[in-house]
């Protein structure tokens, strides 16, 4: 039976996608890293470290610096993001701090207090060093130029 039990959890292991969940009713103070995939949902004071993908649940409240490859953001962070590659902040989100990535995307109704550093990776996807950083801003309103045409 013994052995029966060590067969059935090292196939449970082996079956493990990756992607971790702290659901909303989760709360933690200390460190916390991962490898590949984490879904926090709930309360978390400390901080965050990973070379994988993190995404912040629209229940979260994060309080605490988050270095991780990348980051999608629905509920609320306070504390310094730096991000290797993407970061997204969806429409209801709040991040109160700075945010350090190679990509940024801020969805139309997202709130962000801090400074932002948008800098591209050396040797990045496209392969080009110092490469224009890519920013985007999804949003509805009207382009940016109609507000200015008349100067141009």
Known sequence: MHDQYKLDQSK???EHSGKDVLSSDVEIKGSIKFQKELLIDGKVEGEINSDGVLTIGENADIRGEI????????????GNITVGERCE????CTLQGDLKAARLVIEEGATFIGKSEVTSVAGGANGKMGARPDVTRNDETAPAKAAFGSRI
Request: glycine share 6%; aromatic share 6%; no cysteine.
């Open 89 to 92: 902040l969806k429409s209801r």
């Open 12 to 14: 449970l292991m082996a």
């Open 67 to 78: 270095k991780t490859k990348s980051i999608t953001v629905y509920g609320k962070v306070q």
